[in-house]
């Protein structure tokens, strides 16, 4: 069966993956479309010159090699069950779901399909892999966003935060990758790609930081080891939805060139 890649939601993400197909700078067909709003993304598919059709949730793993999830972290554990049961791969950009589902990886390697999780937002996960080959002593990651990319978030709610008419920053949050990742669920897929890539979810610490006034997600990434010292700092512009930065989606659609080409550059 020849390459195709079947995308599952048509948010932010999805759509821009689409533009790009549609412009012929994928490298691979989509084969079809899901989404749980159908009237809204049929709706964006008809803007498309040349649009894929819309199809069920099977119907969409039977055509596809790859199935790209863009959809939120609900749909991956049932949409992992069933992509795998059909012997294909899977590309999750909720990567969070992996930390509360880790029977996901376990099936992926029993089953032999590859699951590929995209950096995403964030950057230098090939040094974090590399280093944590050796002896890595501690990694720490802070999160600066402004206060309209954490509204809703179930540890605001559940603390009784108001980042309403905040005047100056405000730390929201401190604990591990797992705890941020439960917390704040649409925001740190981020903290989730940085603790697979390297001491796991429970040896990974994370603050959050809302700052009142500022325009980017910003990341810091510090990883001390027998290697030395490395240090990464993100500044990412939001994309249509505030939550998630630009470079997400051009993650993504590099990483699907990357998933169908012979040649890999990096670790």
Same mark, same amino acid.
């Given at each position: #069966?020849?390459?195709?890649?079947?995308i599952?939601?048509?948010?932010?993400i999805?759509?821009?993956?689409?533009?790009?197909?549609?412009?012929?700078?994928?490298?691979?067909?989509?084969?079809?479309?899901?989404?749980?709003?159908?009237?809204?993304?049929?709706?964006?598919?008809?803007?498309?010159?040349?649009?894929?059709?819309?199809?069920?949730?099977?119907?969409?793993?039977?055509?596809?090699?790859?199935?790209?999830?863009?959809?939120?972290?609900?749909?991956?554990?049932?949409?992992?069950?069933?992509?795998?049961?059909?012997? &294909?791969?899977? #590309?999750?950009?909720?990567?969070?779901?992996l930390?509360e589902?880790?029977?996901?990886?376990?099936?992926?390697?029993?089953?032999?399909?590859?699951?590929?999780?995209?950096?995403?937002?964030?950057?230098?996960?090939?040094?974090?892999?590399?280093?944590?080959?050796?002896?890595?002593?501690?990694?720490? #990651?802070?999160?600066? &966003?402004?206060?309209?990319?954490l509204?809703?978030?179930?540890?605001?709610?559940?603390?009784?935060?108001?980042?309403?008419?905040?005047?100056?920053?405000?730390?929201?949050?401190?604990?591990?990758?797992?705890?941020?990742?439960?917390?704040?669920?649409?925001?740190?897929?981020?903290?989730?790609?940085?603790?697979?890539?390297?001491?796991?979810p429970?040896?990974?610490?994370?603050?959050?930081?809302?700052?009142?006034?500022?325009?980017?997600?910003?990341?810091?990434?510090?990883?001390?080891?027998?290697?030395?010292?490395?240090?990464?700092?993100?500044?990412?512009?939001?994309?249509?939805?505030?939550?998630?930065?630009?470079l997400?989606?051009?993650?993504?659609?590099?990483?699907?060139?990357?998933?169908?080409?012979?040649?890999?550059?990096?670790?």
């Amino acid at each position: #069966m020849a390459a195709s890649i079947g995308i599952v939601g048509c948010g932010a993400i999805g759509q821009a993956i689409l533009r790009e197909a549609d412009a012929g700078k994928l490298n691979v067909p989509v084969s079809g479309v899901t989404s749980r709003t159908e009237s809204t993304a049929l709706e964006f598919l008809s803007t498309l010159s040349d649009p894929p059709p819309y199809l069920g949730p099977a119907e969409l793993i039977n055509r596809s090699t790859l199935i790209v999830e863009t959809a939120g972290g609900h749909v991956v554990p049932q949409l992992a069950k069933d992509v795998f049961a059909a012997g &294909k791969d899977l #590309m999750v950009i909720s990567i969070g779901a992996l930390l509360e589902h880790p029977e996901i990886l376990e099936e992926s390697r029993s089953k032999g399909c590859r699951l590929l999780a995209p950096s995403g937002a964030i950057a230098g996960l090939d040094g974090i892999k590399s280093a944590c080959a050796g002896r890595v002593d501690r990694i720490t #990651m802070t999160s600066r &966003k402004p206060p309209r990319a954490l509204e809703g978030a179930p540890h605001l709610v559940e603390n009784e935060i108001n980042l309403e008419g905040l005047e100056e920053e405000l730390e929201v949050f401190s604990g591990t990758a797992r705890e941020a990742c439960k917390g704040f669920p649409a925001n740190l897929n981020v903290s989730a790609a940085v603790s697979l890539a390297g001491l796991g979810p429970d040896k990974t610490q994370v603050k959050i930081v809302a700052v009142p006034g500022l325009e980017r997600n910003c990341h810091d990434i510090e990883v001390e080891g027998e290697f030395g010292l490395l240090t990464i700092h993100i500044e990412n512009v939001p994309s249509e939805n505030p939550k998630t930065g630009k470079l997400t989606a051009l993650s993504i659609i590099r990483s699907i060139r990357d998933a169908v080409d012979t040649v890999s550059i990096g670790t």
